[in-house]
């Protein structure tokens, strides 16, 4: 059974609650969508407006992929394969140098 | 213009092995069979010439007339020129910009701070001495997020707003031992995010071709950088690049930026945006200027490790020293240049440009322009949600500032919170795709191409590989158009050869805007017979940022949110 994506509710109290959990509060920032008018840093509602999109966004489109596997598979489980595929690696062209030095 | 070099001379990109991501996913495949893992031979072989130590005689070309006549028209490589022939003194030409920042800065708001008496004492301390570098004599424009121990490094940001750091960055530090002379720090957009505007958003740096219009986009986060060049205020300036932030001014105003690979300038007191992303370079006038920019900057440096280990600085300033055969302009090393769908689509101004800038690169003996493929899944892998996996790294570094206050990171304030929602899972995702895109990039694209013409910056910035911008056109409008080459890891050198050789049949890159309405100082010449008329506007003392003129608009929060530097 699928899962039932998060409601605008359910995503303020995560975003609050992840936040929180940093030491972040986001009640630092005017109540509501207006700008404060000193520094120009937007209202909490705007904030957790684009916060929702990119937990929508962002974070499910990469949660949904899934690094393939370039060899030969046979009838083995991608899932299981993918594991094996593109180590990380935070600076690649760092790496594809020293790796042929 | 030299002619072709010798045979045995090879861009850096033919001393990587740029098959070995294959070869390597390869036999480690087959060893799971084989019961053995052996890797591939090396194929890293040192590259024909180093950086040279001081000037390659035969790289500085002629003086233009038009440059003589004004010497804030000087490319650097003329400026040095002129400067080692004794027909030039760093003072004069330290005298020459402060004039124009003086009479203009206030409408172009290039500048956070001009070192004015600092730069004219530097200058007149080079009269005499001993010749410090390539760069001696030579004014330059640093962005305001690389330190400076003189100075205050704002990044135009509240929360830098009183920093002075204790010391100069690896790249300033480099730049002036080289014998640069620092004029000041320039604007940018707020921790390099947006165009150049104050913390709070109000609009302040215009793009140089249009200092009435701040609609026009200068590019940014450099766009202080971009506009001091392109305004005559500077010979050349460094900016940072995250996501397109040297090569998008630079191809808004009409200059020559070289975004290296990552490692190859090192990051040791700048100011952070991405670890994994930030690219400092220079902006220039021409490709022999990012040359000598970029040789002066590049190298190992103790204090920032992903500079160490890396294949040797080639000899840049001659690989963008064009060369002829018989009479005509012709590649120092046989390229193909590489088209990627959609780069001609369309009949806008912009793609009637690139066409033309197409076609000048096909006569060019020596270059082959060809169509090539993206890779396999590149929308994916250059998408927002995978340009995205870089704002953790913007969020981790300044936790202790959100949670001290928010407001203090002003209208930028939402990509640091987007970082703190990205889990580690989604990050190491990220970090994997990274590797997939670049073995794609390297096994795929430049299987099809030596290098690679871009409509977007990201993917080579996400993956580390450089980029050159430079001008192909105008529009309609007056306005600059540009475009961007990408190459294979240190291949800095190719880059430079197509820019040098394609700027050696065209006249873009020599154009310069119209002075803003408003008092001009007399132009400076070399010629000794004509001395310096005073201007009672140029710039002395420490010279602030100017007041934000009314009416140049606003940088609202939500349109930071959006943005992918």
């Given at each position: 059974m699928p899962l039932t994506p998060p409601s605008d509710a359910e995503l303020d109290i995560m975003i609050r609650a992840r936040l929180a959990s940093l030491g972040i509060d986001l009640n630092q920032l005017p109540a509501g969508t207006a700008s404060d008018p000193e520094t120009g840093s937007p209202g909490q509602a705007s904030v957790l407006a684009s916060l929702r999109s990119f937990m929508r966004t962002t974070v499910a489109e990469l949660s949904a992929y899934q690094v393939p596997f370039a060899g030969a598979a046979g009838t083995a489980d991608p899932a299981l394969l993918s594991q094996q595929a593109a180590p990380p690696a935070l600076y690649p062209s760092i790496e594809t140098a020293r790796r042929t030095a | 213009m030299n002619p072709v070099d010798s045979v045995d001379s090879q861009p850096t990109d033919r001393t990587i092995d740029r098959r070995s991501f294959v070869n390597r996913f390869a036999v480690l495949a087959a060893a799971t069979s084989l019961g053995a893992v052996a890797l591939p031979a090396v194929a890293h072989a040192a590259p024909s010439a180093t950086a040279p130590a001081g000037i390659n005689p035969n790289a500085y070309g002629d003086v233009r007339p038009e440059a003589l006549a004004d010497i804030t028209e000087l490319t650097i490589a003329e400026a040095a020129s002129l400067i080692r022939q004794g027909r030039l003194s760093a003072e004069l030409l330290v005298e020459a910009y402060l004039d124009r920042i003086g009479a203009f800065d206030a409408d172009y708001q290039a500048f956070n701070l001009v070192a004015a008496d600092d730069a004219l004492a530097g200058a007149r301390a080079l009269a005499g001495a001993a010749y410090k570098g390539p760069l001696h004599g030579i004014p330059l424009a640093i962005k305001d997020n690389y330190y400076t121990r003189a100075y205050p490094t704002t990044a135009n940001s509240y929360l830098f707003k009183d920093f002075t750091p204790p010391f100069d960055a690896t790249a300033v530090s480099k730049l002036t031992g080289a014998g640069g002379i620092v004029l000041g720090k320039t604007q940018m957009g707020p921790l390099a995010t947006t165009r150049a505007t104050t913390p709070d958003g109000r609009i302040t740096t215009v793009n140089a071709w249009t200092p009435a219009d701040p609609r026009t986009n200068p590019g940014g986060s450099s766009s202080g950088s971009a506009t001091a060049v392109a305004g005559r205020m500077a010979t050349s300036s460094v900016g940072t690049q995250t996501g397109g932030s040297i090569t998008a001014p630079s191809n808004a105003q009409n200059l020559t930026g070289l975004k290296p690979t990552m490692g190859r300038v090192s990051l040791y007191g700048i100011i952070p945006l991405s670890y994994t992303r930030d690219h400092p370079g220079p902006l220039a006038r021409d490709a022999k200027d990012a040359a000598i920019m970029?040789?002066?900057?590049?190298?190992?440096?103790?204090?920032?490790?992903?500079?160490?280990?890396?294949?040797?600085?080639?000899?840049?300033?001659?690989?963008?020293?064009?060369?002829?055969?018989?009479?005509?302009?012709?590649?120092?090393?046989?390229?193909?240049?590489?088209?990627?769908?959609?780069?001609?689509?369309?009949?806008?101004?912009?793609?009637?440009?690139?066409?033309?800038?197409?076609?000048?690169?096909?006569?060019?003996?020596?270059?082959?322009?060809?169509?090539?493929?993206?890779?396999?899944?590149?929308?994916?892998?250059?998408?927002?949600?995978?340009?995205?996996?870089?704002?953790?790294?913007?969020?981790?570094?300044?936790?202790?500032?959100?949670?001290?206050?928010?407001?203090?990171?002003?209208?930028?304030?939402?990509?640091?919170?987007?970082?703190?929602?990205?889990?580690?899972?989604?990050?190491?995702?990220?970090?994997?795709?990274?590797?997939?895109?670049?073995?794609?990039?390297?096994?795929?694209?430049?299987?099809?191409?030596?290098?690679?013409?871009?409509?977007?910056?990201?993917?080579?910035?996400?993956?580390?590989?450089?980029?050159?911008?430079?001008?192909?056109?105008?529009?309609?409008?007056?306005?600059?158009?540009?475009?961007?080459?990408?190459?294979?890891?240190?291949?800095?050198?190719?880059?430079?050869?197509?820019?040098?050789?394609?700027?050696?049949?065209?006249?873009?890159?020599?154009?310069?805007?119209?002075?803003?309405?408003?008092?001009?100082?007399?132009?400076?010449?070399?010629?000794?017979?004509?001395?310096?008329?005073?201007?009672?506007?140029?710039?002395?003392?420490?010279?602030?940022?100017?007041?934000?003129?009314?009416?140049?608009?606003?940088?609202?929060?939500?349109?930071?949110?959006?943005?992918?530097?």
């Open positions: - | 970029l040789s002066a900057m590049a190298g190992e440096d103790p204090n920032d490790p992903r500079t160490l280990g890396l294949p040797p600085v080639p000899d840049l300033v001659t690989a963008a020293t064009p060369v002829k055969r018989g009479n005509k302009v012709a590649m120092r090393w046989g390229t193909r240049v590489g088209v990627i769908p959609d780069f001609t689509a369309g009949s806008s101004e912009t793609t009637a440009a690139r066409r033309a800038f197409l076609d000048k690169l096909a006569g060019i003996e020596g270059i082959q322009v060809v169509d090539v493929r993206l890779p396999e899944d590149w929308d994916t892998l250059t998408s927002t949600a995978f340009n995205n996996v870089r704002l953790p790294e913007r969020s981790e570094p300044f936790l202790p500032l959100l949670r001290k206050d928010l407001r203090s990171f002003g209208v930028s304030v939402t990509g640091w919170l987007q970082g703190s929602m990205l889990g580690a899972n989604e990050y190491v995702l990220g970090q994997r795709a990274k590797v997939l895109l670049l073995e794609r990039v390297l096994d795929d694209l430049f299987e099809q191409c030596d290098v690679v013409l871009q409509t977007s910056p990201n993917p080579f910035d996400a993956i580390g590989l450089p980029e050159l911008a430079l001008p192909i056109g105008f529009d309609s409008a007056d306005v600059p158009v540009g475009t961007i080459l990408g190459g294979q890891p240190f291949a800095e050198d190719r880059l430079l050869a197509v820019a040098a050789a394609y700027q050696a049949v065209t006249d873009w890159h020599l154009r310069r805007p119209a002075n803003p309405v408003g008092e001009t100082p007399e132009p400076i010449s070399v010629d000794p017979s004509k001395s310096r008329k005073p201007f009672a506007k140029s710039a002395r003392g420490k010279v602030p940022a100017a007041p934000v003129p009314q009416g140049r608009g606003r940088f609202e929060a939500h349109e930071a949110a959006e943005l992918s530097q």
